[in-house]
DNA sequence: TAGATTGTTAATCGATTAACAATC
DNA sequence: TAGATTGTTAATCGATTAACAATC
């Protein structure tokens, strides 16, 4: 088994990616460790430390190839694939997810949605019809998807995560404002804006 | 001055905050940091360090008073307050987060909105009519707003930074899929779906 | 009092930075 | 070749943990 790589600089490489897909897009071929530090505000030092981790991706002299580095990114983070995606609430967050374009060149896809209020199930957003949270167990393993969204009220959040859990879901991208418990073998990321515009005031 | 606190324990702190006012909420008086630290996944060693940065806030043998502790934690991040927020592009995200009921007890509230869109301009979101966005400069700064949410395309994000920056803003939550540069004096806070789901996609 | 839990110190662990030989 | 920039090593810096006296 390789030696595994801290969790600290796994969560650097999206941040790596999305910037150089950006450059990319902007008809940049060849970048430097300084440069992109420069846009990610990351020392040059710690850039090629953290992608020394995986390999031997930059060229003396004249730094990194932008297609190349991005295709060794997206199979380092398993996105060189598109994953399947199940969002479950579908208030305005669960909505807006559900809609949002951005998602499927970064590796991803919503592949269906779950609500379970009556008068939402059936309902059509975006290209999807709602579905009961009662087949939630069933449809997740059916499909064999592998990340969900959870964007339910705070007091629902570990009880679908438990079913979510149950029906071999890995990762949980938690927009619940409420710390969830998972086995270790899961993977939960939060997202509370809350908690971001807490981290700003403290230095106002 | 003071000597300054690591950004990383500033970090957690309103992740102790949210799980402090969910016991509450609960009706549950004390904790221990054993306890909180079961609740947020942090050891309880680091809880206390983390709040000796700020004072003596517990009692040997029977832990902290959670009241108590929650008012501490609110002044040190300065939510023992209600800032006003200012919400910029009303698409799908900038909507949700208009109409989010979430904020008002964590110490934030909306209080305009801007997007360029002349269709969109006037229209009601929530409570809030659209403001045109070239107003943006001059209602920010007559109102003196100084938190802001970011929820443009990411293209038009740097350049809205620019005139928040100028305008007095001192934090901003970029919902936008790009890092933004900033002076030292403003601190930014980033919320990106894609980046949570590859951080997740990497381990599975 | 006996038990529990804090705040703090010292030890450990891990991450970041500086520097430079290798080499494009 | 000369200049630029990588990958990597060693040194520094900072964060986490273990342990325990203090004390409620």
Redesign the pocket.
């Known amino acids: 088994m390789t030696e595994s790589v801290?969790?600290?600089?796994v969560s650097r490489l999206p941040v790596y990616l999305r910037a150089l897909q950006r450059m990319s897009d902007n008809g940049i071929t060849t970048t430097?460790?300084?440069e992109l530090g420069e846009k990610v505000g990351i020392?040059?030092?710690?850039i090629?430390?953290d992608?020394?981790q995986f390999g031997?991706?930059?060229?003396?002299?004249?730094?990194?190839y932008i297609p190349f580095l991005i295709d060794k990114l997206r199979a380092i983070l398993k996105v060189d694939r598109i994953w399947d995606v199940v969002v479950i609430g579908m208030g305005d967050m669960g909505h807006a997810i559900v809609r949002y374009q951005g998602f499927s060149n970064r590796g991803f896809q919503v592949a269906m949605c779950f609500d379970s209020d009556p008068d939402k199930i059936g309902q059509q957003v975006g290209n999807f019809t709602i579905r009961d949270v009662k087949d939630l167990a069933k449809d997740v393993r059916e499909a064999g998807v592998k990340v969900a969204m959870l964007c339910v009220p705070a007091r629902f959040a570990q009880e679908v995560t438990d079913k979510l859990v149950e029906s071999g879901v890995r990762g949980i991208l938690n927009y619940a404002p409420v710390s969830l418990s998972v086995p270790e073998s899961v993977k939960v990321q939060h997202i509370d804006p809350a908690i971001g515009l807490q981290r700003i005031t403290y230095y106002i």
Chains 1, 2 share one sequence.
């Open positions: 801290p969790d600290i600089i430097s460790s300084q020392s040059a030092a710690q090629r430390k992608l020394s031997e991706f930059g060229k003396q002299g004249t730094g990194y």
